[in-house]
């Protein structure tokens, strides 16, 4: 079965500090496809990135990176320099390719920015 | 602006009633989803469709009924026999089950 792991319940870090969030991943497909997600305390989950088990570089958006390694099956994300506004819930998630089977959210990692 | 809305914002029941939640989109996406969060907790799956008159059990099910009659439209019921219904409910959307998926504000349901 598939499943996704976030060992950080709660991080606090000081605004400008740089900051990373883990994310290891189960799964027995070949083909599948990992998510971030932002929850800030309005609810609504905002998508960050997709990425497919095929593409293996890493990414970068502003202040904000991901590291996929499948060798140690990870997805972690970084926030360089955080800012308050980055302070809210952060979900990694995972779909396999194969028919039925869907998106696994992983519990989250709260992070708290500041200032 | 394509999106998606979930509607009420707030919801209270009282006990041993039947409420729906509406979720409509605009996006043109085949797949739709529900998902219950508990305070501090990630996201559970209640109910899932890939195609419109199509709709299968996730997770959670019991004590939850939807329906899919429409591609933009994906109620959900909270039947009486949910026992601990007081939650925030998240409703999804997204082309196909392996692209990502866009989320609804929320409805918050308290049970009195």
């Known amino acids: 079965a598939q499943k996704v792991t976030q060992a950080q319940t709660e991080i606090s870090v000081v605004e400008k500090e740089d900051v990373t969030l883990d994310c290891v991943y189960e799964t027995r497909d070949t083909t599948y496809y990992l998510f971030w997600y932002k929850q800030p305390p309005s609810g609504e989950l905002v998508f960050l990135i997709r990425?497919?088990?095929?593409?293996?570089q890493n990414e970068i958006s502003g202040r904000y990176s991901w590291n996929f390694q499948k060798s140690t099956s990870s997805f972690n994300f970084t926030i360089t320099a955080s800012q308050v506004v980055d302070s809210a819930v952060y979900f990694c998630a995972l779909s396999e390719g194969g028919y039925g089977q869907n998106f696994v959210f992983g519990p989250g990692t709260r992070l708290s920015v500041l200032p | 602006d394509g999106g998606i809305t979930q509607s009420p914002k707030y919801l209270f029941r009282k006990e041993g009633q039947n409420v729906t939640l509406s979720c409509e989109q605009n996006?043109?996406?085949?797949?739709m989803y529900w998902y219950r969060q508990d305070p501090g907790q990630g996201l559970r799956l209640i109910y899932y469709?890939?195609?419109?008159?199509?709709?299968q059990k996730g997770d959670i099910a019991e004590g939850y009924s939807v329906s899919r009659e429409k591609k933009e439209s994906f109620p959900l019921t909270v039947t009486s026999a949910q026992k601990n219904p007081t939650a925030f409910y998240l409703c999804a959307s997204s082309i196909d089950r392996t692209n990502e998926q866009f989320f609804g504000p929320g409805t918050r349901l308290t049970v009195l």
């Open positions: 996006l043109n996406h085949d797949a």
């Open positions: 990425r497919n088990s095929f593409d293996e």
């Open positions: 469709s890939q195609i419109v008159n199509d709709f």
